[in-house]
Each structure stands twice: as structure tokens, then as C-alpha cells.
């Protein structure tokens, strides 16, 4: 099916540990997005990738990297792993930066112990 | 405060009844408003789109935007339990860098 594909589904990572975050979206799109999702947070932009070759900083953007690898594939790295980074982190895309819809993937469940 | 306020709900309904979901937010350059529906364990999917003020229908659903009062809804007529799930709403000012403000979502149960 098309869409954004993420992996893995599930993770449990110790403290200090590191890990990617993979996505992949076979739409053609140009723009990608990390989020996280919180209880009574709501979704918060970590980064974004409007076009292959550029990324920039979200809302919360501190403890992560991210690669735009190529047109398709956006990823997310955690470098040392906090009990603060548990949460369920969303990748999207949009035909561009512009678009106001954006399709998501369905999500990594991350916790960090 | 947050520019985006949501009800976190939960909002219970018997089905068949019409649901109204509500958002309100301060920020004035808003013009494209959103809704998204986000099933347990999944992603958020668009459902729907408006541009300024006014309303927009699709099926059962309904946006509405008031600008005036800063003030957007999605309405469901004939709830049904597959319609059970969270709203997000999101907007994006006209301008800037495009990127949308979620609110937090409204969970809804539509029980048979």
C-alpha cells in the first residue's frame, strides 16, 4: 500500500543507549516530518525536511539528529537516550512544504528505561 | 496559554446522535484550518480542509470556521462506533514557515 512506512513498531531502549528511527514514503513527496506525541501534549514537530538535501529544527528539537538519506527516506537518531524521550513518534510527509495535508505514518512506540 | 485549545474530551454520545467537536486559538494569521481522525495505535489522516471562513461539507461531516470569534468546528450527523476515535485539529498561518499548530485532540466514543 502506498503511504509512509515506519520501523521498528516497537522499541525499549536503557538509558544512554542509541538508536534510528526509519521512514520511508513512496508518494513522490519532497517534504518530511518528525513528531512526537504525548499525553495532553499533543503533536510537536521534533524536525522537518522540506526538500531532499535540507532539515530544519521543530519545536523540540534537542536529543535528536535527523538525515533526509534521499528523497524517500527520513530518519531519526537518538544519541543517548533519556527517560524523557519515551513517547510515540509519528513520521509524515506532504507534497510540499506548503501543503497543508500531510500523511502519516503509523508510529514507533519508544520507551526509554 | 496554548495557541491552539482543545477539548481533550473524553466526549460520549449514544450512536446516531450529531457530534460537535471544537477548537478555538489566538493566533489571527491562521487561514488554513484541518481535521484530522487518529484510530487508537495508528496515525492521524486527514479527513478534512477549509480555507478561511465558512463552511465545507463531505458526507455526514461538516467543518466550519469563524474567524471572527477565532472558533472552528467539525460536526458528525448520524454518529456511528466506527466514527470513535481522536479529532486533532491543526492550522497553518498565511505565510511564514507553513508548518501547522496541532491542538491536542478530542477523544470521541460513539457507543451503539
Given at each position: 500500500?502506498?503511504?509512509?512506512?515506519?520501523?521498528?513498531?516497537?522499541q525499549?531502549?536503557?538509558?544512554?543507549?542509541?538508536?534510528?528511527?526509519?521512514?520511508?514514503?513512496?508518494?513522490?513527496?519532497?517534504?518530511?516530518?518528525?513528531?512526537?506525541?504525548?499525553?495532553?501534549?499533543?503533536?510537536?514537530?521534533?524536525?522537518?525536511?522540506?526538500?531532499?538535501?535540507?532539515?530544519?529544527?521543530?519545536?523540540?528539537?534537542?536529543?535528536?539528529?535527523v538525515?533526509?538519506?534521499?528523497?524517500?527516506?527520513?530518519?531519526?537518531?537518538?544519541?543517548?537516550?533519556?527517560?524523557?524521550?519515551?513517547?510515540?513518534?509519528?513520521?509524515?510527509?506532504?507534497?510540499?512544504?506548503?501543503?497543508?495535508?500531510?500523511?502519516f505514518?503509523?508510529?514507533?512506540?519508544?520507551?526509554?528505561? | 496559554?496554548?495557541?491552539?485549545?482543545?477539548?481533550?474530551?473524553?466526549?460520549?454520545?449514544?450512536?446516531?446522535?450529531?457530534?460537535?467537536?471544537?477548537?478555538?486559538?489566538?493566533n489571527?494569521?491562521?487561514?488554513?484550518?484541518?481535521?484530522?481522525r487518529?484510530?487508537s495505535?495508528?496515525?492521524?489522516?486527514?479527513?478534512?480542509y477549509?480555507?478561511?471562513?465558512?463552511?465545507?461539507?463531505?458526507?455526514?461531516?461538516?467543518?466550519?470556521?469563524?474567524?471572527?470569534?477565532?472558533?472552528?468546528?467539525?460536526?458528525?450527523?448520524?454518529?456511528?462506533?466506527?466514527?470513535?476515535?481522536?479529532y486533532?485539529?491543526?492550522?497553518?498561518?498565511?505565510?511564514?514557515?507553513?508548518?501547522?499548530?496541532?491542538?491536542r485532540?478530542?477523544s470521541?466514543?460513539?457507543?451503539?
Amino acid at each position: 500500500n502506498a503511504g509512509v512506512t515506519q520501523t521498528p513498531k516497537f522499541q525499549v531502549l536503557k538509558t544512554g543507549q542509541s538508536m534510528t528511527l526509519q521512514c520511508a514514503q513512496d508518494m513522490n513527496h519532497n517534504s518530511m516530518y518528525w513528531y512526537r506525541q504525548d499525553p495532553g501534549m499533543g503533536l510537536r514537530l521534533i524536525y522537518y525536511s522540506a526538500s531532499e538535501g535540507t532539515t530544519d529544527k521543530g519545536e523540540v528539537p534537542n536529543g535528536y539528529n535527523v538525515s533526509r538519506l534521499n528523497k524517500r527516506e527520513f530518519s531519526l537518531r537518538l544519541e543517548s537516550a533519556a527517560p524523557s524521550q519515551t513517547s510515540v513518534y509519528f513520521c509524515a510527509s506532504s507534497e510540499a512544504r506548503r501543503s497543508y495535508g500531510y500523511t502519516f505514518g503509523s508510529g514507533t512506540r519508544l520507551t526509554v528505561v | 496559554q496554548k495557541e491552539v485549545e482543545q477539548d481533550p474530551g473524553p466526549l460520549s454520545v449514544p450512536e446516531g446522535a450529531i457530534v460537535s467537536l471544537n477548537c478555538t486559538y489566538s493566533n489571527s494569521a491562521f487561514q488554513y484550518f484541518m481535521w484530522y481522525r487518529q484510530y487508537s495505535r495508528k496515525g492521524p489522516e486527514l479527513l478534512m480542509y477549509t480555507y478561511s471562513s465558512g463552511n465545507k461539507e463531505d458526507g455526514r461531516f461538516t467543518a466550519q470556521v469563524d474567524k471572527s470569534s477565532k472558533y472552528i468546528s467539525l460536526f458528525i450527523r448520524d454518529s456511528q462506533p466506527s466514527d470513535s476515535a481522536t479529532y486533532l485539529c491543526a492550522m497553518i498561518p498565511s505565510g511564514g514557515s507553513y508548518i501547522p499548530t496541532f491542538g491536542r485532540g478530542t477523544s470521541l466514543i460513539v457507543h451503539p
